[in-house]
Nanobody, 123 residues
């Protein structure tokens, strides 16, 4: 199994920035794709950004130019730098991990492991 722990969420004003972190532990050798998803109350979970082990990244159109995904493989960590935050970005943000196929699209079902989530509130 793989354990994921997110951190870095909080409350910010519109236009502000936050950096989310996701630390992976356990059988991380089985992880070839990690990503960030978010879910607002009453809405479906949506993909925000994802990155393959080789660094190939995808960012959703809704956040492109404002959010940046990165990783530190030496620390088994994934990051999401969020800038120019908008109230519409308010959601619980989840880190997911899975096989390479998970990075083939924005379907959350492709990810095998999930963290507990970290809340981002923009006002």
């Amino acid at each position: 199994h793989v354990q994921l722990v997110e951190s870095g969420g909080g409350s910010v004003q519109a236009g502000g920035s936050l950096r989310l972190s996701c630390a992976a532990s356990g059988y991380t050798y089985s992880v070839y794709c990690m990503g960030w998803f978010r879910q607002a109350p009453g809405k479906e979970r949506e993909g925000v950004a994802m990155m393959k082990r080789d660094g190939d990244a995808s960012v959703a159109e809704s956040v492109k130019g404002r959010f940046t995904i990165s990783q530190d493989r030496s620390k088994n960590s994934l990051y999401l730098q969020m800038s120019s935050l908008e109230p519409e970005d308010t959601a619980m943000y989840y880190c997911g991990a899975g096989p390479l196929a998970a990075c083939g699209g924005w379907w959350s079902g492709g990810f095998e492991y999930w963290g507990q989530g970290t809340q981002v509130t923009v006002s």
